[in-house]
Structure formats: C-alpha cells, structure tokens
C-alpha cells in the first residue's frame, strides 16, 4: 500500500507562489511515476504536472507550462510541484497520485491518490 500525504496549499496573491509537497510511504517508492492534478468544483480532475521514476522525464499541462516545475528526492520519499506566476484559475484542490506507469496524465493511470490540499489565488 502507498499512501500519500500533501501539503503546502493555502492563499496567495495572484502572480505569487506556492511549493505543494507529497510524502510517500513504502520502500518502492522510486518505482512510482507521480503525478499532481486538480479539481475545481463542477468539473473533471485535471491533469497538471507528471514525473518519471527517476526524475529524468517530466510533462506538463499547456495551461502550466512554464509556470509550475514538478521534482521528486526518492531519498525522501516526496514529489513536489513548484507554482509561480499564480493565476485565479489556478485555485483548485491539488491531488498527489502514483501511478505504475513510468510517466501518465490521465487520472485511470494513477492507482493511488492523496487525500488533497487546496490552492487559492486571489485576485
């Protein structure tokens, strides 16, 4: 089992930033690819950011390219997603997910999910 635990949501300004962390258990952590999502209310949970097992390989969604950066320290067994240039429509409820894929962006590739942290920027 892999259970997984964010933080590091809360209020920020439109054009600041927010660091969103993921602290995995297990000892396979590293034969995960991790993903982060979001879900406003009234739609479907979207993909944002992905990263490979190892860190070599990372994909983003259009809407956050060049603003938010995915990492992951296998050594301590967390993945995290670096937001900057935040706009309103990036208030959401942010997900960590791991997936036994090597890398995915659609939420039927992640078999584990954390339980959530919500992001709001003002504007």
């Known amino acids: 089992q892999v259970q997984l635990i964010e933080s590091g949501g809360g209020l920020v300004q439109a054009g600041g930033s927010l660091r969103l962390s993921c602290a995995a258990s297990?000892?396979?952590?590293?034969?995960?690819?991790m993903g982060w999502f979001r879900q406003v209310p009234g739609k479907e949970r979207e993909f944002a950011a992905a990263?490979?097992?190892?860190?070599?390989?990372?994909n983003y969604a259009d809407s956050v390219k060049g603003r938010f950066t995915i990492s992951r320290d296998n050594a301590k067994n967390t993945v995290y997603l670096q937001m900057s240039s935040l706009k309103p429509e990036d208030t959401a409820v942010y997900y960590c997910?791991?997936?036994?894929?090597?890398?995915?962006?659609?939420?039927?590739?992640?078999?584990?999910w954390g339980q959530g942290t919500q992001v709001t920027v003002s504007s």
């Open positions: 997910a791991a997936s036994r894929a090597i890398i995915a962006d659609k939420p039927v590739n992640y078999a584990y």
């Open positions: 297990g000892r396979t952590f590293s034969s995960f690819g």
């Open positions: 990263i490979s097992r190892s860190g070599g390989i990372t």
